[in-house]
Each structure stands twice: as C-alpha cells, then as structure tokens.
Nanobody, 121 residues
C-alpha cells in the first residue's frame, strides 16, 4: 500500500494547516494509522495515531491540544489538523500504517513520501 500525504506548505506561527493521507492502492481497513515528523538532523518522531475501525486516538505530549488526528472512512482518508503552529513544528511530515496501534516507527509497515511543513515566525 502506497500512502500519499498532502497538505503541507508554509504557515505563519499561530496559523493552521491540515494534512491528509490516503492510500493509492488498497484501504486502511484493519490498520492503525500514525503521523510522524522529522526535522533536519533529527530522528523521526511519533505525533499522533488512530485506529481505523474504532477511531481511538493517541498523541505525543508536545502536540496535545494543538494537533488532532481523525479519519473519514467513507473517503478512506486520515487527517492531521494542526493549529497554533510554531516554528519548531517545521519538519517533513509522514503518514504510516501499522497492523496495531504503536508509537514505534519501526512497527509501521507502509509509509508515504512525506510532506514538508514550514512555519515562519
């Protein structure tokens, strides 16, 4: 399954962006989905996850209250709504799918190519 993330771009501090992720082939059904980001020179880190069937969500502390993960099953799409963006949110954002809910990037089987988010101060 190839995942396609979109919606990245340039935002000002305090602004918002919404990222979308959809599979180019296959479906998300039965999987858990996660959003990660990787800033230059840093490791890829987990941001938020959601289970496809139940819609159970989880977040890393740094984005709680600012980012919201959701899924729209009819459109086979997962979203990451990002509000109150900060310059330190600048990174390449990736969506990924796994067979179970997990924080660990290594447990995710399928990844998209990423979408760049740049937040200016």
């Amino acid at each position: 399954v190839q995942l396609q993330a979109s919606g990245g771009g340039l935002a000002q501090a305090g602004g918002s962006l919404r990222l979308s992720c959809a599979p180019s082939g296959g479906t998300f059904s039965g999987h858990a989905l996660g959003w990660f980001r990787q800033a230059p020179g840093k490791e890829r880190v987990f941001l938020a996850g959601i289970t496809w069937v139940a819609g159970t969500t989880d977040y890393t502390d740094s984005v709680k209250g600012r980012f919201t993960i959701s899924r729209e099953r009819a459109k086979n799409t997962v979203y990451l709504q990002m509000n109150n963006l900060k310059p330190e949110d600048t990174a390449v954002y990736y969506c990924a799918s796994a067979s179970f809910a997990t924080y660990a990037a290594g447990e995710y089987d399928y990844w998209g190519p990423g979408t760049l988010v740049t937040v200016s101060s």
